[in-house]
Each structure stands twice: as structure tokens, then as C-alpha cells.
């Protein structure tokens, strides 16, 4: 099987993962994010749905009778343990179907050389072993908060920065406009191109 070549971007809230992500599609990797992902189960996954009802009760559920992300958050964000036990209900099961998409993927006709998802909590979760690069976008902790990363502490749990750069095979400081975050993507997709196997 000639699979993709498996890449993840990780770093803060507002850092800019999500537009990096998108330049990555724009320049031909096959792309998908953990928000799609969670979106799918919250609208698809019986057990999620049941874990979350009984967890929190049937005011989660929005009009269609699925769990519904927005009062999810309001009640998981301002409380610790609520969030660490969703992440822990969440997590596998984000990590299972990404797994899913890459293989199915491998299978196709004609494979794309790359493929991109973004993952928050990569090296929090040890998931840096699943993938054979990993890019890390970092930005200044006010101009992420300028870009609507939430002042609520929730950070305090990841690690640095500039201990995720570190450890990253790529790294930016996305400090300047989407056009030099989308051209440097493009320069680091064509060294994963050319370095691949």
C-alpha cells in the first residue's frame, strides 16, 4: 500500500493552524480537520451521543436532537474536569476515524502524496508517533488572544511553544499575513514531496 505521507500541525488556539491547514489543501495535500471530525461524531455516533445525555442532560441536544457543540462548550470550558472527561470520550475516537481516512486514502487509485490533519493536542496526547512530520504554527499569546484564542487559562495545560517548535520538523512564527504563512506552507510541502520516500 502506497500510503499518503502522514502530517500533523499542531499549536495554540489563534495561532493559525486552521489557515495553514486550508494552504496545505490549496497546494494539493489531501486535507481534513479534527473539527470535521468531532462535528461527524457529534452528528453520527450513537454512543457519543448517549455519553454526552447522560453526562449533561438533554440540553445539549440542539433542535435536530443531536449533541449540539456551542452549549457543549459552555458547559465543559469553565470546568475542568467536564473537559478533561470529554477529551477523554472524544479523543480515541477523533484518533480511530482519522486512522480510517488515512487508510482509505492509501487505497485509492492513485494516493496523494500528503496528507494533513491538524491536532491541538498532539504531543499533550503522545500522538506525534502516528505521523512522519509535524509542523508547528506559533504566534505571540496577544495576537492570538487579538484573533479570539479565549483569555479563560485553558492553556496552561499545554506545553510551550517553543517546546512544540522544538520538537516539530517545521515551525513558523505566524506573526505576518496569510500570504506569507500560505507561501511558506507551500515551500514546506514541496521539501515533504521531494524528502519522500
Not at 16 to 29: E, M, N, P
Not at 173 to 181: A, I, K, S, Y
Request: hydrophobic share 40%; proline share 7%.
Amino acid at each position: 500500500m502506497s500510503r499518503p505521507l502522514a502530517v500533523a500541525i499542531t499549536g495554540g488556539v489563534g495561532a493559525g493552524k486552521s489557515t495553514a491547514l486550508a494552504s496545505f489543501r490549496r497546494h494539493g495535500a489531501a486535507t481534513v480537520s479534527s473539527d470535521e471530525i468531532v462535528h461527524h461524531l457529534l452528528k453520527s455516533d450513537p454512543e457519543v451521543r448517549r455519553a454526552l445525555v447522560e453526562r449533561f442532560g438533554d440540553e445539549i441536544l440542539g433542535a435536530d436532537g443531536t449533541p449540539d457543540r456551542e452549549r457543549i462548550a459552555l458547559r465543559v470550558f469553565r470546568d475542568r474536569k467536564a473537559l478533561d472527561w470529554l477529551e477523554k470520550l472524544l479523543h480515541p475516537r477523533v484518533s480511530q476515524e482519522y486512522l480510517k481516512w488515512r487508510e482509505q486514502l492509501a487505497r485509492l487509485p492513485s494516493p496523494p502524496p500528503v496528507c494533513v490533519t491538524e491536532v491541538p493536542l498532539l504531543y499533550e496526547v503522545g500522538a506525534d508517533s502516528r505521523f512522519d512530520k509535524v509542523v508547528a504554527i506559533t504566534a505571540p499569546k496577544k495576537l492570538r488572544e487579538a484573533r479570539g484564542a479565549p483569555a479563560d487559562g485553558r492553556e496552561r495545560r499545554l506545553i510551550p511553544d517553543h517546546e512544540k517548535a522544538k520538537r516539530a520538523d517545521f515551525s513558523y512564527v505566524n506573526t505576518g499575513t496569510p500570504d506569507e504563512l500560505d507561501a511558506w506552507v507551500e515551500a514546506v510541502l514541496t521539501t515533504i514531496v521531494e524528502q519522500r520516500p
